[in-house]
C-alpha cells in the first residue's frame, strides 16, 4: 500500500513539474515572438540558448519553437541552407494552428527556396502562403502579407514579369494600408515606375512618379520624394527634354541625401 502511494505521488510531481516546464517554455516563446520585430538577433540567440532541451515537449511546442527559430532567422538576416525542417513545420501547421500561423509557415519555406536560389519554388511557397491567409479576421497579419507580396514583386522584376510584378506591387500597397504601414504604401507606388520602365510606358513611370512624390512630401518624407525622381530623370534625359531633366536633377541631387 505504501510503494502503491509512494508511485502515485511521484507520478503527481513528475506531471506538475512537466506541467510547469511546459508554462516556462511557452512563455519564453511568447516573449521571444514579442522580441523577433525589433530584436530577431536576441530572440535568436534565446531560442538557440534552448536547442537541446526541446526534445521532450508537446509537438505543438516543438514546432511552435521550430517556426519562430525559422523567422527569427529569416528576419536576422541568417540564410536557409535547407528546407527538410521547414517542411515537417509547413505539413504540421497545414493541420494546426491558425492561419496566421499557416501563412508564416509556407512563407518561412519560400525563403529556404529563395536563400538557396530556387526562384519558381519560391513563388509557388509565397503564392500558398498569401492563399492561406484569411483577411476576414481582426488578427489577420497583414504586415507579413504585405512582406511576401513585396518579396513576390522583387522577384518578378528579377525575371523581368512587369505584369506580375505591378499586381505583388498593388497587393503590398493595400496590405500595408491595412496595418497602417503609410510608408511602405507609398514606397509600393514609387516602384511601380520599375515595371512601367520595362513596359516602355513613359505614362505609367511620370504618373506615378507624381503620385509617390506628392505623397512623400505630405507625409514629411522630403529625401524620398526626391529618390523616387530617378527613373523620370532618365526618361526625361532619354527624350531629349534636357531642361525639364536639369530641373529635376537639381532636386535630386540636393534632397534625396544620396550626395554630400
Same mark, same amino acid.
Given at each position: 500500500? +505504501?510503494?502503491?502511494?509512494?508511485? $502515485?505521488?511521484?507520478?503527481?510531481?513528475?506531471?506538475?513539474?512537466?506541467?510547469?516546464?511546459? =508554462?516556462?517554455?511557452?512563455?519564453?516563446?511568447?516573449?521571444?515572438? %514579442?522580441?523577433?520585430?525589433? =530584436?530577431?538577433?536576441?530572440?535568436?540567440?534565446?531560442?538557440?540558448?534552448?536547442?537541446?532541451?526541446?526534445?521532450?515537449?508537446?509537438?505543438?511546442?516543438?514546432?511552435?519553437?521550430?517556426?519562430?527559430?525559422?523567422?527569427?532567422? #529569416?528576419?536576422? %538576416?541568417?540564410?536557409?541552407?535547407?528546407?527538410?525542417?521547414?517542411?515537417?513545420?509547413?505539413?504540421?501547421?497545414?493541420?494546426?494552428?491558425?492561419? #496566421?500561423?499557416?501563412?508564416?509557415?509556407?512563407?518561412?519555406?519560400?525563403?529556404?527556396?529563395?536563400?538557396?536560389?530556387?526562384?519558381?519554388? /519560391?513563388?509557388?511557397?509565397?503564392?500558398?502562403?498569401? #492563399?492561406?491567409?484569411?483577411?476576414?479576421?481582426?488578427?489577420?497579419?497583414?504586415? /507579413?502579407?504585405?512582406?511576401?507580396?513585396?518579396?513576390?514583386?522583387?522577384? %518578378?522584376?528579377?525575371?523581368?514579369?512587369?505584369?506580375?510584378?505591378?499586381?505583388?506591387?498593388?497587393?503590398?500597397?493595400?496590405?500595408?494600408?491595412? $496595418?497602417?504601414?503609410?510608408? #511602405?504604401?507609398? =514606397?509600393?507606388? *514609387?516602384?511601380?515606375?520599375?515595371?512601367?520602365?520595362?513596359? *516602355?510606358?513613359?505614362?505609367?513611370?511620370?504618373?506615378?512618379?507624381?503620385?509617390?512624390?506628392?505623397?512623400?512630401?505630405?507625409?514629411?518624407? +522630403?529625401?524620398?520624394?526626391? *529618390?523616387?525622381?530617378?527613373?523620370?530623370?532618365? +526618361?526625361?534625359?532619354?527624350?531629349?527634354?534636357?531642361?525639364?531633366?536639369?530641373?529635376?536633377? =537639381?532636386?535630386?541631387? /540636393?534632397?534625396?541625401?544620396?550626395?554630400?
Amino acid at each position: 500500500m +505504501k510503494k502503491a502511494a509512494f508511485i $502515485c505521488i511521484v507520478t503527481v510531481l513528475a506531471i506538475l513539474t512537466g506541467c510547469r516546464e511546459d =508554462r516556462q517554455f511557452r512563455a519564453l516563446l511568447d516573449e521571444v515572438d %514579442y522580441l523577433m520585430n525589433t =530584436r530577431p538577433d536576441s530572440a535568436l540567440a534565446l531560442l538557440q540558448v534552448r536547442a537541446d532541451s526541446i526534445g521532450q515537449l508537446p509537438e505543438s511546442q516543438r514546432m511552435r519553437y521550430h517556426l519562430l527559430t525559422a523567422k527569427a532567422q #529569416n528576419k536576422a %538576416y541568417v540564410d536557409f541552407t535547407t528546407d527538410s525542417l521547414m517542411l515537417l513545420v509547413t505539413d504540421y501547421y497545414d493541420h494546426h494552428g491558425t492561419p #496566421n500561423d499557416r501563412m508564416m509557415a509556407h512563407y518561412l519555406l519560400g525563403c529556404c527556396y529563395r536563400d538557396m536560389g530556387e526562384a519558381p519554388a /519560391t513563388i509557388e511557397c509565397y503564392k500558398d502562403a498569401v #492563399n492561406l491567409a484569411d483577411t476576414t479576421r481582426q488578427d489577420c497579419d497583414f504586415r /507579413t502579407l504585405m512582406s511576401i507580396y513585396g518579396q513576390m514583386a522583387s522577384l %518578378y522584376d528579377k525575371q523581368a514579369m512587369p505584369m506580375e510584378e505591378l499586381e505583388a506591387l498593388e497587393r503590398s500597397g493595400w496590405n500595408a494600408l491595412k $496595418c497602417g504601414d503609410t510608408l #511602405n504604401y507609398i =514606397r509600393s507606388i *514609387q516602384l511601380q515606375t520599375q515595371p512601367y520602365n520595362l513596359l *516602355q510606358d513613359t505614362a505609367g513611370i511620370y504618373e506615378t512618379t507624381e503620385q509617390a512624390r506628392a505623397l512623400f512630401l505630405k507625409h514629411g518624407y +522630403k529625401e524620398e520624394a526626391a *529618390q523616387a525622381l530617378a527613373i523620370a530623370i532618365y +526618361k526625361k534625359l532619354e527624350s531629349s527634354h534636357f531642361l525639364e531633366a536639369d530641373s529635376l536633377l =537639381r532636386i535630386y541631387e /540636393t534632397q534625396s541625401g544620396r550626395f554630400d
